[in-house]
């Protein structure tokens, strides 16, 4: 610890004088990078993609095709009471879905598939997609 | 020629009854040119609502769907022609629409991201 500060006292009491690495523990560290470089690149690090990375959000439809056909999976955005349709806010689907959703319902009450006034009661144990609580 | 789909809700008959019907409704379909795809059945069930039709109240009824190529012309003459047939309840004709690509699903995030830019 002296030896260094004493070396680095010299060196600014002799500024002119030309600065040869001295073997000192500091210098022997640069004396061994300034021969290999390699090590020095090597400390970089590595570009990888984030390994941490989440995977894409998507709604509970996602890559499912939505048909008129299909009363169980409608009736699943149907209220039990009143057999409206749910809205955005409720069921939690991206906009594309909703609107599907909502086309096949109207679709489905006019071609005579589904109730308009209340849902199937056999659909009435499927499991809750909305997470909306009902008195029960 | 587009592609239709004809679903036909079918009055609660008989076996034998509801095959003389839908013979009948493809030899219509044939009749004004339609290239008929398949049938499909999909299930005698109870109606969600009490459909009233040809002076009957039903409440029962056969489900069936019927793809076929046709010219877009024949649509009101067999949608006419299906109206005044006493064992059908319900005609209906639809476009069968090109899939929509799948890839482009989903942009939950994007949506976020978007209604938070114009909600600033």
Redesign the interface.
Known sequence: MFALSFSRLLLQAFPKQPVTPRATAQCIRSLKTSQQDPLEKDDMPIKMENPYKQP????IL??I?VDF?NVQLLSQFISPHTGRVYGRHTTGL????QKEVSKAIK?A????????TLK?PQFMKDPDICGIKHFE | MPRYEL?V?LKAMRRPETAAVLRRTVETLFERGAVVRGLEN?GERR???N?SKHNCLHTH?G?F?VDFHASPKILSGLLDHLERDIDV??P?V?KKDV?VS?AQ?????N?KAKSNVTSR
Not at chain 1, 94 to 97: S, Y
Not at chain 2, 105 to 109: A, D, F, S
């Open positions: 894409p959000k998507t709604c996602c890559n095709t056909k991206c906009g594309r879905k679709k009450r006019s071609m005579g598939f589904m109730s308009v199937n | 679903s809700i999909l109606l969600p609502y459909i009824g489900y769907s309840l319900r209906t639809l899939e799948e699903c989903c942009g939950l995030q949506e």
